[in-house]
């Protein structure tokens, strides 16, 4: 009996007969395997990209809420920045300083917020944000100014005498020309007198610094209040000191009490007001006492 011959012993050249298998050359499995490699590749990249798709089209959907709300905060700012607008015109009316034009405000100050805008809502909201900075650092700058100049005029204020020297009291002299109580002689009164009893309390009508404290041979014990600006107050014939030279004093402060020394007929306080060293009509700077007689 003839034996089949194998596979293996079959010369490269002959063709297998009836009964045997072809073997798959190498190069036909490698190209198969990386089909199916590159099939599944495919399908994979196919399916991150519809899954990137989506979540894009939900990331966008997102945005575009976001942006809608930001539109609706950015208009609710407008509104504020529209009524501090208003605010900053009613302080520079007060501070008495120029309106700014309606142009001006509108264009602000400063440059772009982003080099880059966004199209469509983004570009809108961006664009209302850049302009509302602008407005916002001109009406910083406006407000401070306005706000030195106020407090430049509250403290002129404070120091510009204007309530009665004394707590109580009746007027008996004013300024100017009068009959000398001594001589009977016509000279020149440079404040006024208000009689009062002694150790009436003598108020500071202003905020100022006390130059001088002491005695003076005609105006007796006396005190003397810088209030600057060239302006200065004097108090004398007083029975007692209540301040010392350089202590600060706020309107109101009691600086001394009504008295009789000097050169005095009677218990009573004699009030000048010196304007850049020269005695001037104090009348003007007792407001309080005007409200009164008005």
Partial sequence: ???????????????????????????????????????????????????NAERLLREND??????EVALED????????????????EIRQIAKLD??????????????LYEASLPGIGSQAIGELEQLQRETELLRASLSRARDLVAAQMDEMRRMPSIVPVASGERTSNYGYRLDPFTNEWRMHEGVDFQANVGTPVLAPADGVVVEAGRDGNYGILVKLDHGGGLQ????????????EGDRIARGDHIGDVGNTGRSTAAHLHYEVHRNGRPVNPDPYILS???ELN
């Fill in 1 to 51: 009996m003839e034996e089949t011959p194998s596979r293996e012993s079959l010369p490269e050249h002959e063709t297998p007969g009836p009964g045997l298998v072809r073997p798959v050359p190498f190069w036909r499995k490698r190209l198969l395997n990386l089909s199916v490699v590159a099939a599944l590749i495919l399908l994979g990249i196919r399916f991150q990209h519809d899954l």
């Fill in 62 to 67: 997102r945005l575009h809420r976001s942006l």
């Fill in 74 to 89: 950015v208009s609710t700012l407008r509104q504020s920045v529209d009524s501090l607008h208003e605010l900053d015109r």
């Fill in 99 to 112: 309106p700014i034009p309606k142009e001006v405000r509108r264009m602000g100050v400063g440059g772009a």
């Fill in 233 to 244: 107050t004097l108090f004398c014939h007083l029975s007692r000191l209540r301040v010392e």
């Fill in 289 to 291: 006492e005007l409200a």
